[in-house]
Structure formats: C-alpha cells, structure tokens
C-alpha cells in the first residue's frame, strides 16, 4: 500500500476524531479567548462614560479586548444598553459560578468569609 493510499484512507479517521474533540469541547462550554483589542472595542462601539475604554488604549494595555461577540450578544437579545449588557453578563457569570448576583458573596454553605 503506497503513502497515498494509507493517506487517504486514514484522512477520514482524523477529521472524525476532530469534530468528535471539538464537538465535546464546545459541549462543556470551551471557546476560544477573543483576539481583538481595546481598539476594536472602541471602534464598536464598546465604551461608555462608566466604562471608558479610552486609558487602556492610550496606556498601550496589551490585553485582549471585552468579550465582544457575548456582549454584544447580550445587547440583542435584551435590546439593551451596552452597561446594562456588562451587568447582565457579569450577574449570568456570577451565578455560573455558584455566587449570588445581589452581594457578590458564595453561595457555597462551606465557603468562608471574612469583613
């Protein structure tokens, strides 16, 4: 059997296991970080007078940028304001992370907490 041969016949293995990786993956709630910056933000329109976007930039921050496919998401789906966009998602983060929306405080009966 030549390198061709044993190719192609392999190549549809691979991709099966390939979607099958990244369907579980998707599944379990992975994606990949947004490349796009404080700029493109910006230019989105992502910034606002309570969350001015406008020092990271002029400050050269490297980070990557808001997650603006969620937000903006967010935005359409509640016909919201990008700052009522930022709350919405920060409450849905909190929850899906076991801590209550109102106080910020864990929702975990064993977390312990110290003021």
């Given at each position: ?13 691979v ?13 379990r709630g992975?994606r990949?970080?947004?490349t796009g910056t404080?700029l493109?933000?910006l ?7 309570t ?14 940028g808001?997650?603006s496919?969620e937000?903006?998401?967010i935005m359409k ?8 966009a930022?709350v919405i ?10 801590i209550?929306?109102?106080t910020g405080m864990?929702l ?8």
């Open positions: 059997m030549s390198e061709l041969q044993l190719f192609f016949i392999t190549l549809p293995i991709i099966l296991v390939l979607f099958l990786v990244r369907r579980v993956l998707i599944k992975y990949r970080l947004g404080f493109e933000d230019e989105n329109g992502l910034s606002s007078e969350f001015d976007i406008l020092p990271n930039i002029e400050g050269g921050d490297s980070r990557p808001l997650d496919e937000i903006h998401r789906k509640h016909g919201c304001t990008f700052d009522e930022r998602r920060q409450q849905l983060k909190f929850k899906n992370n076991n209550d929306p109102a864990p975990d009966p064993k977390a312990v907490v110290f003021s």
